[in-house]
Nanobody
């Protein structure tokens, strides 16, 4: 059974930093391009950043130069270092595979971790 557990969120002032973690089990983590997503109240879930199994990364324009995604395949864990946080970064953050289709759907979503940035 696939399990994704996000952690590390919290309340932080604008300009602060947080480091999120995503622990995966039940999958061969190293073969998947994984991603961080976020969903703010009243908005659709959006992709924030993704990392290939080899560590190549890309980012949404809104977080470039501020967020860094990384992964440790040996630990089945992915991270998101978030610096210079802004109130608009407030959302629930989730991890999952970066690409999905009807044949290869997203893994069951975890509970996410809440990030709240105060102004």
């Amino acid at each position: 059974q696939v399990r994704l557990v996000e952690s590390g969120g919290g309340l932080v002032q604008a300009g602060g930093s947080l480091r999120l973690s995503c622990a995966a089990s039940g999958i061969i983590f190293s073969i998947y391009t994984m991603a961080w997503y976020r969903q703010a109240p009243g908005k659709q879930r959006e992709l924030v950043a993704r990392a290939t199994s080899g560590g190549a990364t890309n980012y949404a324009d809104s977080v470039k130069e501020r967020f860094t995604i990384s992964r440790d395949n040996a630990k089945n864990t992915m991270y998101l270092q978030m610096n210079s946080l802004k109130p608009e970064d407030t959302a629930v953050y989730y991890c999952n595979r970066a690409y999905a289709s009807s044949e290869s759907p997203y893994f069951e979503w975890g509970q996410g971790t809440q990030v709240t940035v105060s102004s």
